[in-house]
Nanobody, 120 residues
Framework: HVQLVESGGGWAQPGGSLRLSCAFS????????MSWYRQGSGQEREEVAL???????RYAVSVKGRFTISRDIPKNTVYLQMNDLRPEDTAVYYC??????????????WGQGTQVTVSS
């Protein structure tokens, strides 16, 4: 049974930075596809960044060059470094873990979310 706990959200000014963390409890962390999603008010949840077991990454066009996803396997933690934040980055950010063997259509496990607010 996988549990995910996000932290690091909060308020930032435009152009500022925040780092989100997602602590993974369970087995085979290194065999999970770890993703960050976000959901703004009145919007659908969208994938922001992904890191696969091989270390490959993928980013939404809107955050490419500004956000960086990384992981610390011994600490069972995935991070999202967010730089040059914009008001449109305001959203609840969710961590997702999906065992790679379950395939791309599997729902995986979700954290409870952490609020990120970007405003002046």
């Amino acid at each position: 049974h996988v549990q995910l706990v996000e932290s690091g959200g909060g308020w930032a000014q435009p152009g500022g930075s925040l780092r989100l963390s997602c602590a993974f409890s369970g087995s085979m962390f290194s065999m999970n596809v770890m993703s960050w999603y976000r959901q703004g008010s009145g919007q659908e949840r969208e994938e922001v960044a992904l890191i696969n077991p091989g270390g490959g990454t993928r980013y939404a066009v809107s955050v490419k060059g500004r956000f960086t996803i990384s992981r610390d396997i011994p600490k069972n933690t995935v991070y999202l470094q967010m730089n040059d934040l914009r008001p449109e980055d305001t959203a609840v950010y969710y961590c997702n873990a999906r065992l790679i063997y379950d395939g791309p259509d599997a729902a995986g496990s979700w954290g409870q979310g952490t609020q990120v607010t970007v405003s002046s």
